[in-house]
C-alpha cells in the first residue's frame, strides 16, 4: 500500500486521523499537509479563490493519493484531480454517499456557514435523481470555541444541535472536526460523520490498480 497523503485547514485533525488509522488501519502510512491559509481565503474569497494555491501545494507534495478533509474546499480539491494525475477524495463523499442511502430528509449541521453550500451541493450530487429534501443548521456559536481551543465546548454545542433536529431520517456532521459530538447524543435518527468513512475510502485509493 503507498501512503496516503492527508491535505488538513486545522492542525486538530492530524491526531484524530492517526487515531483512526491506528484504531482501522494499522500499518497504513498517512502524510499530512496543514494549511490553515486555504481555508481563510475560502471563506474570504470562495472556495474556487484557492484552486491555484492547491494545485501548488498539492503538486509540490508529491505523487499519490489525496484527501482532503476540510469541507470548504473539497470540491476545489476534488476538480484538480485530472491536471494533477492523481485521485483526490474530498473526506465528506462517502458519507455524503451513505447519508442520501439512509433517507430521504436530511439534516445538515456545520459550525462555518462556507460549509453549507458546498455540503448541500455534494449531497445533491450523491442523490443523482433519488428526491431528497436538505435542511441545512449553523450551529450558533459553535466555530468560536473551536478556534478559541475549547473542543469540549465546541462539540457540547454541537451535540446539543442535533438532539434539537426534528423531522429528519439522518443527521451529517458537515464539518471533520465535529465528528466527536456524535458520541455525545443518544438518537435514533442516525448521525453521520466524515473522518472514518472517508479515511477507508482515501486507504482504500491507495490500493486501487
Sequence with gaps: MTDLLLLHTSPVHVPVFDALRDRDHPGAVLRHLVAPELLDRAR?????????????????????????????????????????????????????????????????????????????ELLAEEAGERPVSIRTHLVAGAWERFEAGDTAGYLARVAEAVGSVTGADVIVLAQASMAGAADLVTSRVPVLSSPAPGLAAGLAMCSAP
Excluded: N
Aim: net charge positive; hydrophobic share 50%; with cysteine.
Design 44 to 120: 474570504t474569497a470562495g472556495p474556487e479563490s484557492v484552486i491555484p494555491a492547491l494545485r501548488g501545494l498539492l503538486t509540490e507534495a508529491g505523487p499519490g493519493a489525496v484527501l482532503v478533509t476540510c469541507s470548504t474546499i473539497g470540491a476545489a480539491a476534488e476538480s484538480l484531480a485530472p491536471a494533477l494525475g492523481v485521485p483526490v477524495l474530498r473526506v465528506d463523499r462517502p458519507m455524503a454517499a451513505a447519508a442520501v442511502r439512509a433517507g430521504r430528509r436530511i439534516a445538515v449541521l456545520a459550525a462555518l456557514e462556507s460549509t453549507l453550500a458546498p455540503t448541500r
